[in-house]
């Protein structure tokens, strides 16, 4: 027999469980300090049982019950009893899970290494909220033995490191599950020489050449070891040039349906050596079916030939964070179903955009996503949260999108007033804040479709000042009193958001930056159209400095963020960029300081003509250009 008491500010309430808490128990202490509960004899009688599938919470005439049919479903079931035992003394909670298995995938290899510490915190977070699969996307980013050059200097995660996670996780009923490459994406790890025998191009494994296949089961055997699950995700994604680099040069031209069916035979025997059972991303099939290698191309056809020669022990992963209506994800997934793949869809929180996460896409995508997947049967589900161009996104702002996976989970519509109430519940998070931090990347006067997707909060604080690629496309629209509004929020929400401030004095210092630098290149070079030297001495005087200290400020608090996050590797790229920013101010007052004092009579960066970002003018100038690559933002140079 088990008790158990819950401590508020506002009240007491004492719990005393029995039943069948076998199994239970480490996971109701960790959550007795997250939840702040103390272990009692005096407690309300609560009766722990077994279902059939469904999770049912009640209290009733000072007796309690839980009945769950995994793991999982207890913690959840927990937080629901203590959540509703806080306004109600009476009431009964049913819920039917609606996927076997629901969780995110973090990246771990686009230069943000998530630390052991935080992993922890996302999986106790992850219980209350139900959630019962954890990935973490590693490239390179795991140590394989007698291989040093595999993720060195990348943060890569020991053995232990792993298996430490796992054991964490099982303590809650999550699977955790690897998740690596075996074909595509591995340009990090075959940048080094001891790869050059298995590479086809850059980024893609020599298909056919045995040593491709020792190196493959060398990262099958070390991704897989420090898990309890039998479950690998093999990748397989975005090899755009599969079979066109060293491997057209030793085999000619060949047919890629065969080329990537041939390969995933050789991987699953792999897979099958150790016990392991396969899971991939299925848009390959779908890209080399399509003549403009569009992965969601309507007119794509897949030869029967190539859907009978898959292998059928490897289940399909379809993945899609784009698409607004429901009816393409009924589509698509019908024709998932003609490989008789026991399919997963992966969806997206949408985490790769700039600094701010970007939660109406989101929520337009997975609303549609989620409801088509319960109508065709699809039983488990992916949360994808990547870290393109850096990581420069917090993956703890990403909870709101877990949050909305995990209501998902449970019913068969959304609620959302009770997501609203379970988020603030689950992560101790205010739910309007979490919302707010899109509105960084949502300018006055642009499109408020959240369909479309912008990034200018990325491109306005990493272009330079006298060269600015993206300065006509946000000319004119009220930069400084956006950003001042939203300064102010983000203050707010990280007085409010005690144990996430960390999050919002981030974008708060970002709002500090944009607010001034956003429109700066444009206000410049107004005035050196007018020869307004006076306006420019005062920019040079006040306004550069000021903007200086504001993005050394930035950088401190987002350092600190990522190293309160992260392993520390990979900071060193935006140290680079904040870097970068600063000198090209200094290189600006220079140049505009020579041009005040008349030592040179123009300056050549103000002179060209500013366009709209490469060579698109939108309709009415009313939406924005997104980039997420860095070098594109910095400069029209090699770099």
């Not at 009733?60 to 306004?87: M, T, Y």
């Not at 319960?374 to 589900?381: A, D």
């Not at 005690?498 to 206000?523: A, M, P, Y």
Request: charged share 30%.
């Amino acid at each position: 027999m088990l008790s158990i008491k819950y401590v508020s500010e506002m009240k007491s309430m004492n719990f005393k469980f029995y039943g069948d808490t076998q199994g239970l128990l480490d996971g109701i202490g960790i959550l007795s300090k997250e939840l702040n509960f103390n272990i009692s004899e005096d407690g309300l009688p609560v009766k722990v049982y077994k279902t059939d599938k469904n999770i049912e919470v009640e209290l009733d005439n000072g007796e309690a019950s839980i009945g769950f049919s995994e793991k999982i479903h207890f913690f959840r079931a927990l937080g629901l009893l203590i959540e509703a035992a806080e306004e109600s003394k009476c009431f009964q909670i049913v819920e039917v899970p609606q996927f076997s298995s629901n969780g995110p995938m973090i990246d771990s290899s686009r230069n943000s290494v998530i630390s052991v510490k935080s992993i922890k915190e996302i999986l106790t977070k992850m219980s209350l909220m139900g959630l019962n699969l954890f990935m973490l996307y590693t490239e390179d980013t795991f140590e394989i033995e007698n291989q040093p050059y595999f993720g060195y200097m990348r943060g890569k995660y020991t053995f232990e490191e792993l298996k430490e996670c796992d054991d964490y996780a099982d303590v809650f009923g999550i699977e955790m599950i690897p998740c690596i490459q075996t074909l595509g994406h591995l340009g990090q790890a075959l940048k080094w020489s001891y790869a050059d025998a298995i590479k086809d191009n850059q980024d893609i494994l020599l298909v056919g050449e045995e040593k491709t296949y020792e190196f493959i089961e060398n990262m099958i055997k070390s991704s897989s070891k420090p898990f309890r699950s039998k479950r690998i995700h093999i990748g397989m994604d975005e090899s755009h040039w599969l079979g066109l680099g060293a491997y057209l040069e030793i085999n000619g031209y060949r047919e890629r349906f065969s080329i990537l069916n041939e390969h995933l035979a050789r991987v699953s025997e792999i897979t099958s050596k150790y016990g392991l059972k396969p899971m991939m991303w299925s848009d390959m099939y779908f890209r080399l079916g399509s003549k403009t290698g569009d992965y969601y191309d309507p007119n794509a056809v897949i030869p029967q030939s190539a859907i009978e020669n898959s292998p059928k022990d490897v289940q399909l992963v379809y993945w899609d964070y784009y698409h607004g209506d429901e009816e393409f994800y009924l589509d698509y997934i019908k024709k998932h179903k003609a490989f008789d793949s026991d399919l997963i869809f992966a969806g997206g929180i949408w985490t790769w955009l700039s600094l701010s996460i970007n939660y109406p896409k989101t929520f337009l995508t997975v609303n549609a996503a989620l409801s088509a997947c319960k109508k065709e049967g699809v039983k488990e589900i992916i949360a994808t949260a990547w870290g393109d161009n850096g990581a420069e996104t917090n993956i703890f702002s990403a909870l709101l999108g877990l949050q909305l996976y995990a209501e998902h989970g449970y019913s068969r519509e959304l609620d959302m007033d009770k997501l609203k109430k379970r988020f603030e519940f689950c992560t101790n998070g205010d739910f309007d804040a979490f919302l707010d931090i899109s509105n960084i990347d949502k300018l006055p006067g642009k499109d408020d479709n959240p369909d479309e997707i912008f990034n200018p909060s990325k491109y306005m604080l990493w272009q330079d000042i006298l060269m600015g690629l993206f300065d006509k496309d946000v000319e004119g629209v009220d930069v400084y009193g956006h950003y001042s509004k939203l300064e102010e929020n983000m203050k707010l929400h990280a007085t409010k958001n005690k144990e996430w401030s960390h999050i919002f004095e981030v974008q708060q210092k970002l709002c500090t930056v944009l607010k001034s630098k956003g429109d700066l290149g444009n206000r410049i070079r107004e005035f050196y159209e007018k020869n307004d030297r006076d306006a420019l001495s005062r920019i040079v005087n006040d306004e550069l400095p000021q903007l200086s200290n504001s993005i050394k400020e930035l950088r401190l608090a987002h350092r600190d963020q990522w190293f309160k996050t992260y392993k520390s590797f990979g900071w060193e790229v935006l140290d680079i960029r904040y870097g970068g920013v600063l000198a090209k101010i200094e290189t600006a007052t220079l140049r505009i300081n020579d041009y005040i004092s008349g030592k040179i009579s123009h300056i050549e960066e103000l002179e060209e003509e500013r366009l709209y970002f490469d060579g698109v003018k939108e309709i009415e100038d009313c939406k924005l250009p997104v980039c997420v690559q860095y070098h594109r933002i910095a400069t029209s140079s090699l770099i």
